[in-house]
């Protein structure tokens, strides 16, 4: 079923998870792991994380460096049908433009077909770690919008041959990503929003938000897509925090601010257990505050670490 039938559907506001591909090497109990204890919350759809490929540097005997190309967490799509074959839930594959060529994403959204997968979420990506702008494959997308044009056309049956004869049109439900505090290389918020609106006009049917950790940013952000005319439901997006560390690095890596307050409270913390307390606190008052405001669904980044995340649940359905 499409996410956005299980959002028409619910008589209350939703959970569901996003958890990452294991490292290259691992086996599936470690995701299995990160989602068992979750599913007493009858999630409607699980999202799978997609992780481009890193340049990596092997140093040989002779002192030389070799430069390889390595995906540390490949398995997206076999992830997503372990997921619903498990689990009967529906599972949402992240899929991103960087690192791939219009013909190999058409090829993975036909296995997703093939799968009975009709869910995507469509992202553009960041740049290769190593680099400092994001730069798109040849005969790739550059933009997310673009990635929903080919998804659009595949839905209406339109394949890159257009010489194709007879063809099966897929019918996937499109989500993409928005950033109640703009995505970072936007000039400003409303020229992010701009080409959010863009995204939902070309056929996104639902919006899920980067993490954030004050709601205001949340309602201020949704009321400001109402006032432009983005009327697909927004989802936020919720991380709760584990570790002290993260105070500086969910900054540095998503762009985002973390309330004084939190901040402060963590600061104080003597180790990672009190942080989780911590956290456990201000994601309940979060989620009520959420849930009271009318968010259809509350989208956990439990990133493998369940126990935080549904500590937070548990006191709040
Ligand atoms: P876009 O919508 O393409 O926007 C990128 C930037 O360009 C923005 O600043 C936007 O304002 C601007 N812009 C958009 N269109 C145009 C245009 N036509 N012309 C000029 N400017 C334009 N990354 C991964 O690698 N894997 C994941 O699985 C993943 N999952 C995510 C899930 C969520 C919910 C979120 C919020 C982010 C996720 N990301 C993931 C991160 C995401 O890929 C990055 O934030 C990336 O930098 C932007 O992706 P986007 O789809 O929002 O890009």
């Given amino acids: 079923m499409k996410v956005t039938e299980h959002l028409s559907k619910a008589k209350k506001t939703l959970i569901s998870f ?5 490292l290259k090497g691992q086996g599936i109990q470690s995701i299995y792991d990160a989602i068992d204890p979750l599913m007493e919350f009858e999630p409607p759809f699980v999202d799978v994380t997609y992780h481009r490929e890193e340049y990596v540097y092997k140093k040989h005997p002779n002192g030389l460096l070799e430069k390889k190309t390595t995906r540390k967490r490949p398995g997206t799509v076999g992830i997503c049908a372990a997921i619903m074959n498990r689990y009967e839930v ?7 433009c960087g690192g791939f060529s219009k013909e190999e994403t058409e090829n993975a959204l036909i296995d997703l077909h ?3 997968i009709d869910n995507v979420l469509l992202l553009r990506g960041d740049q290769i770690k190593s680099e400092s ?9 550059a933009y997310a919008s673009e990635l929903i044009d080919q998804v659009v056309a595949m839905n209406k049956g339109r394949y890159i041959d257009d010489e194709l004869g007879n063809v099966a049109a897929s019918d996937f439900c499109i989500g993409v990503a928005g950033y109640p505090e703009k995505h970072f290389e936007a000039p400003n918020f409303k020229n992010d929003l701009i080409w959010l609106k863009k995204k939902v006009d070309l056929g996104a049917e639902y919006i899920v938000t980067q993490m954030f950790f004050d709601n205001k940013k949340y309602f201020d952000f949704v009321k400001a897509c109402r006032n432009i005319g983005i009327h697909v439901p927004i989802i936020p997006g919720l991380k709760p925090l584990t570790t002290k560390g993260q105070l500086t690095v969910l900054p540095k890596i998503f762009h985002i601010d973390i309330p004084e307050d939190l901040a402060d409270a963590v600061d104080a913390c003597k180790d990672n257990n009190a942080v989780k307390e911590v956290a456990i606190e201000w994601g309940i008052q979060q989620a009520k505050e959420l849930i009271a405001g009318g968010a259809p669904c509350l989208h956990y980044y439990t990133m493998g670490k369940p ?3 549904k500590a937070i649940i548990s006191k709040v359905l």
């Fill in 114 to 116: 093939f799968l009975g």
């Fill in 307 to 309: 126990d935080v995340t």
């Fill in 90 to 96: 529906d599972a949402v594959p992240h899929i991103i």
């Fill in 133 to 141: 702008v994001f730069v798109a494959e040849p005969n790739g997308h």
């Fill in 18 to 22: 996003e958890i990452l591909p294991p």
